[in-house]
């Protein structure tokens, strides 16, 4: 497994991901709406903000991040390679590119959602506690928020 940059060229690897995990995505649910995060994808990965995890070139987990907001913005992993910690090196690997000044922050699905239970405890074993409610994609939602030393 090797966590990394994500490259234009692992663009087709990238959405075959995104299309196996779309249905837990709001914003997805069109052949618009992923034509649309396509390109949202390549605008990322030119800006250096994507990171991949990847098993045999197959990209197997998927992160985009804003440095200039200092927030994780998308992040998957493949059901068939959870559980060996490519989220967490993900994050990590997304930490460095951050300004450690300011506060990381994520959104997720708020409490009460049959999908928030492994999210949620997710960024709790990170360090991220509860914050705003917001609503995204239509969707009700709740930030998370790692505090960093200031």
Not at 12 to 22: A, E, F, G, I, R
Not at 31 to 38: A, F, Q, T, V
Not at 75 to 98: G, N, P
Not at 132 to 147: I, R, T
Request: aromatic content about 10%; overall charge negative.
């Amino acid at each position: 497994m090797e966590i990394m940059l994500g490259k234009e060229c692992d663009i087709d690897s990238w959405m075959c991901l995104v299309n196996k995990v779309k249905g837990n995505f709001p914003g997805l649910e069109t052949k618009e709406d992923l034509e649309g995060h396509r390109d949202t994808v390549l605008d990322f990965i030119s800006r250096k903000s994507a990171i991949c995890a990847k098993s045999n070139d197959k990209i197997v987990g998927a992160l985009l991040f804003s440095k200039d907001d200092n927030v994780l913005c998308f992040l998957a992993v493949d059901s068939e390679y959870r559980r060996q910690h490519i989220a967490e090196k993900m994050v990590s690997y997304m930490l460095a590119f951050m300004d450690s000044k300011k506060d990381v922050v994520v959104t997720t699905y708020r409490d009460g959602v049959p999908e928030e239970i492994a999210a949620r405890a997710f960024y709790r074993s990170l360090g991220f506690t509860e914050g705003k409610m917001k609503e995204e994609f239509g969707s009700p939602v709740q930030e998370f928020v790692l505090k960093r030393f200031n």
